[in-house]
């Protein structure tokens, strides 16, 4: 099957379960969590059937909702020229495990992969600078994260719930660290932060915390 998923950006699906997403600019926006299935993804008859997905180059950035509860997602591949992710484009699924992020991606949006319970790792690219608010909240998996020095803002919640953490490290060119930012990151046990600009209750609730470096 197949269809158009933006102005000038199109998607198949094969039998195996792997969606293609192919053209340029970015896709639409949509609203995966009504009962009006006009305004849900396009691919929405199929949801569950699909395991993979692969963005091709010329794709600059995935709307809002356009994955959320693609609960048998495990497996995707995104190409240099994207450079946003929207809000919630990735929330609930279940089954992914890992991420890589590609160097071209300067934006995360709000909600982006909140409640990816399974998310273990994600490998971030060197040219990313906002991660937004519960971009990662309720990942109780996600551990070992390294963030490229490209980075300037963490908005609020962003890890929030984020138990499986237990170190973090903040790079000097981060210029806002939003509020419970790391809330209640039950394991986090070291903060290093190379920078002054840290909101209140960054890391209120993270009862394990042992060591705070500031530099």
Not at 40 to 57: C, G, Q, R
Request: with cysteine.
């Amino acid at each position: 099957v197949t269809g158009i998923c933006g102005d000038a950006a199109y998607w198949t699906l094969d039998r195996e379960g792997k969606l293609t997403i192919a053209g340029t600019g970015t896709t639409y926006d949509v609203n995966d969590n009504i009962t009006d299935l006009t305004e849900a993804s396009p691919w929405i008859y199929w949801k569950e059937s699909i395991n993979t997905l692969i963005v091709e180059e010329g794709i600059t950035a995935l709307g809002k909702d356009l994955f959320r509860g693609h609960h048998n997602l495990a497996n995707v591949t995104l190409p240099e020229s994207l450079v946003s992710i929207g809000s919630q484009t990735f929330r609930d699924c279940a089954n992914l495990t890992y991420f890589c992020f590609p160097n071209g991606l300067k934006t995360i949006g709000h909600m982006a992969f909140y409640s990816c319970d399974n998310l273990k790792t994600v490998t971030f690219g060197n040219s990313l600078e906002t991660i937004g608010r519960y971009s990662f909240g309720d990942c109780f998996s996600l551990q070992g994260i390294v963030f490229p020095e490209s980075l300037t803002t963490i908005e609020s919640d962003a890890f929030r719930n984020c138990d499986a953490l237990t170190e973090v490290t903040i790079p000097q060119n981060v210029t806002y660290l939003g509020s419970m930012a790391f809330y209640s990151c039950n394991n986090l046990q070291s903060v290093y932060i190379y920078n002054q600009f840290v909101s209140s209750y960054a890391f209120s609730v993270c009862d394990n915390l042992r060591t705070v470096v500031l530099s």
